[in-house]
Structures are given as C-alpha cells and as structure tokens.
C-alpha cells in the first residue's frame, strides 16, 4: 500500500490542532460533520476581538477601516480560492444551509410557478433538500429527482430526458456526505447549460478536498460552508454567476443591504450587500479567510490525495470483513468517507461503544434520509477524513471494530 502523499511530518500537522492536541489519544473521524480549526484560524479570530474590533462599512476611523478591511479580504480570499471572476460574486452566508435557503428563496419569489421543476437528485443533504420542498410548496413547482444506481453514482442515462425547459435550476451536492461519491458536476453543468438551466452545486463536502474553479466549472452558483473547511462555525460562502444574482430578489432585509430607504419603498445596495443584510459575521469571515489561506498552504490537492488515499485503504480494509456492509460508491469516483453498518449492531450502540474507545465516528441518517432509505438503511455509522488523519488511525480503528462487536454481540 502507498504511504500517504503528504509529505509534512504528521506529528507536525496535528500539532496545529488544538483538540487533537488536548485529546493525543482521540481518533477524529467526524470532518465531513465538521473539521478542526488549526492555531492560524484561532489566532485570527482572536485578533479581529483584540485589535480590530468595530463594524464594517461604517466608521471613517482606524479601527472601522481594519474590521472592514478584515472582512473585505476575507471576501478576496475566497474569490480567488474558487476563482471567480469578480469578487462582487462572493455573498457572505451563515453555511450551506443558509446559502441554499438564499438561493431556494429567491428562485420561489421569482421565478418558480406551477409547471416548472426543480432538479435535484436522490443523494441530497437535507441541506440541499428541504429548502427546495418548502420553495415548491410554496410556488406550486415540482420537484424532481436523478436516481442513485446501486454502485451509489447517479444515473445520468436519461439526464437529458430529465432536463427540458421545465426545469427552472438543477441544484446537486459535489460530493455526497454518506457515500463520498465524486459527481461529474462539469458534465451535468454543460448539459443543463445546452438547455439554458442554472446548476447549484453542493460543495459543503467538496470544498476542502478538491479544487473547485467556478469559472471552468461553468457553476451558477455554488456554495459551502467554513467549518468543514477548518474554518469557524457560522461562516459560509455563496458564489453566485453576477447575472443570476442580480436576477434574485434580496432575501433578508435591514441595515447594509439597501441603498436608499424610503419609509414605504427601499432601494438595494450593490452585490454582494444586496444579500447581506444587518451586521454580518466579521470575525467568522476574518476566520473563513485564514482557514483558506491555511488550505493554500497546505495545498487542497494534496490534502484531497491524501484523504482519498486513506479512504481507498479504509474501504479494502473493511472489505475483508464479513460482518461489516459498506454503503456503495463508484470506484475512482469516490472519496473523504466512508459508511457502513455492522451486522446485527445498531449504529448507534457501536458509535457509543467506539467513543469510550477514543473514536469520534459520526451514527445516524447524517441528515440524508432519503438516500439511507433507498439503501433499506435507517441509518449508518460514517468515518470521514481531514487532513490531520493518518494510516495508523485506520489500523487502531479496525482493531476497534473488532473488540465493538465482540462487546456488543
Ligand atoms: N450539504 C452537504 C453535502 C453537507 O455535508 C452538509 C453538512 N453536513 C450540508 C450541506 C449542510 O451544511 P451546514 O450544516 O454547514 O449548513
């Protein structure tokens, strides 16, 4: 077996992580839940509160210039991690979840009506999921949904069938957060672009293991959040193409969004403040950022590599045991986690045990109900990857396996 690719002493990048620095024994297995934060993350947002603390867009004075030149930078950060063409593209979000309800909100108001679709596909997080119902309830659309194959890909044998001129957006994770599954969102972008459909993409469980272009990719929109990608909780991105967003109707209104407000009638500001309504999250941005600026570091191919690797070896480990099913994904196509069930032992009794034992392994429908049902799951145990993991922990955690089902049974 090949040794990870990265080629930083592995003692040394843990080292960066306060908690697995406080907990030398714990095995963390939960980054698809959410990453650790490193010290240069920690740091930052200690020095927004320390030093730089005041609102943004507002004062003309030192420190008003630093929380907005903290929060700014924070903005070109990411503009150029994703590579996009204009930093006005970059909407500060709470997370995934907000962005999404952002988006799925303006589509209801704008331009969804009974006979237009939207579609989705059977391996959404509820994230990607929910705000799409309550917009169809809401606008008497429908919803519709790409297949997931029995090797855990999607069928994408009738897309072109799926996609007419109904369907007002496709929105579709880039990696699935139960699965791993790898979509090919470059092709499924070109051919709803031939019919002149919008894509969202899911990157909440992308972003930190694979290089997202925005401009190559073609994507309408796309968005993630900062604490799966070692940044703080509360923080999150969307990007959004200029012309769609300026076609969306604001989504929250207060301070900063506008532009002149009357007391009947409003005018918006300009993108991306038309999206970001009252006080926003200025140490978190401040905190995204350095996140970012820590990944480009370490280089997100790289770190990606390396948690495939460590997926592939995870997964031909538990092959050898009978006992253990994990749940399908495509062969290179796949990567960052693993899920599977124990024969005969609920999850959630193996997550407890496993926990005494040191491991932090995420139990239950990891907010994907839908796709544990069309495995006839209700739910699994899931071992995700970040960049602090290492071999030796796959080596401890089947040992761990073992000793859990000789408890349990
Ligand atoms: N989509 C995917 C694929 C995810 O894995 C998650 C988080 N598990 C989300 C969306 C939601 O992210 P958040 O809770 O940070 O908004």
Redesign the pocket.
Known sequence: MKEPVMELTETDIRYEFPVLRSYPDMVYLDS???TQKPESVLRRIDRYYRLENANVHRGIHALGEAATEAYEGSRDRVFKFINASRREEIVFT???????NLVASGFRESLLKPGKKILLSGM?????LVPWQLAAQRSGAELDFIPVSDDGSLELEDLEARLNNKVAIVAL?????VLGTVNPIDRIIDTAHSMGIPVLI?????ISRIPVDVQQLKADFL??????VYGP?GT?VLYGREEWLDRLPPYRGGGDMIDTVDLHTSTWNTLPYKFEAGTPNISGAAGLGAALEWLDRRDVRRVGEHEELLTEILRSRLEELSWIKMLPAPEGARTGLVSFTIDGIHHYDAAQVLDKKGFALRSGH???QPLHRRFGLEGSLRASFGAYNRESEIDRLLDALHDTRRFLS
């Open positions: 698809g839940a959410t709470g997370g995934t979840t907000d962005a999404i959404e997080h509820h994230a990607n994770t880039q990696v699935s957060n899911d990157a909440a469980q992308s968005v993630f959040s900062g604490h799966k909780t999150g990891h907010c994907a």
